[in-house]
């Protein structure tokens, strides 16, 4: 019988990103480079997309439209998700989830579930009630938020290109009341 690593792991909501931060949620993100472009990036960011990947972070989380998730483990950037609340005010009920990245050392290990897990509590405390997101089709992510409860309202044929291939896209979204039952009951882990 396979035994589960042990590791702790820490998970925060960030409230300011200083440089060395900055450093890890890039490192984060051209870690998933390798998956074929799933967060939009192909290949690693370049200087200048870091700069500006870090710098939206930066006036999105001192808005407070953004709310950033990171986790650690063993001080390593293990995962994060992006909470975008919606700015306007007959929609201040639906937020975004973006960029949720698990790095590929740290997947299998129920983040997903933990991140989801503090997710929806943010989330409630924000009075967010329905959470929305887009991802490409037939992708591991795909699969992964369709597993988690999340439903296609809506299909975009052409969602993202990725060298000369043309990928369909999925706009899904998912009641965090009901999403809340479905990380918290003991079979979602």
């Given at each position: 019988?396979?035994?589960?690593?042990?590791?702790?792991?820490?998970?925060?909501?960030?409230?300011?990103?200083?440089?060395?931060?900055?450093?890890?949620?890039?490192?984060?993100?051209?870690?998933?480079?390798?998956?074929?472009?799933?967060?939009?990036?192909?290949?690693?960011?370049?200087?200048?997309?870091?700069?500006?990947?870090?710098?939206?972070?930066?006036v999105g989380?001192?808005?407070?439209?953004?709310?950033?998730?990171?986790?650690?483990?063993?001080?390593?950037?293990?995962?994060?998700?992006?909470?975008?609340?919606?700015?306007?005010?007959?929609?201040?009920?639906?937020?975004?989830?973006?960029?949720?990245?698990?790095?590929?050392?740290?997947?299998?290990?129920?983040?997903?579930?933990?991140?989801?897990?503090?997710?929806?509590?943010?989330?409630?405390?924000?009075?967010?009630?329905?959470?929305?997101?887009d991802v490409?089709?037939?992708?591991?992510?795909?699969?992964?938020?369709?597993?988690?409860?999340?439903?296609?309202?809506?299909?975009l044929e052409?969602?993202?290109?990725?060298?000369?291939?043309?990928?369909?896209?999925?706009?899904?979204?998912?009641?965090?009341?009901?999403?809340?039952?479905?990380?918290?009951?003991?079979?979602?882990?």
């Open positions: 019988m396979k035994s589960e690593p042990s590791f702790i792991a820490r998970y925060d909501w960030i409230d300011r990103i200083d440089d060395r931060l900055a450093g890890q949620l890039v490192e984060l993100v051209n870690s998933t480079v390798a998956d074929g472009g799933m967060l939009g990036f192909e290949r690693a960011l370049t200087p200048h997309q870091e700069v500006q990947f870090v710098a939206a972070l930066r989380i001192a808005s407070g439209r953004t709310h950033l998730l990171m986790g650690r483990v063993d001080a390593r950037p293990a995962f994060m998700a992006l909470l975008h609340l919606n700015g306007m005010a007959t929609c201040r009920h639906r937020a975004e989830l973006a960029k949720g990245v698990v790095h590929p050392d740290f997947r299998g290990l129920r983040f997903v579930q933990l991140a989801l897990r503090e997710i929806t509590r943010r989330a409630e405390q924000l009075d967010v009630e329905q959470l929305v997101l490409r089709e037939n992708t591991r992510a795909h699969h992964l938020w369709q597993f988690f409860g999340f439903e296609t309202y809506g299909v052409d969602y993202a290109r990725v060298g000369d291939a043309v990928h369909r896209g999925h706009f899904m979204a998912q009641a965090v009341q009901a999403l809340r039952r479905r990380v918290d009951a003991p079979a979602a882990l």
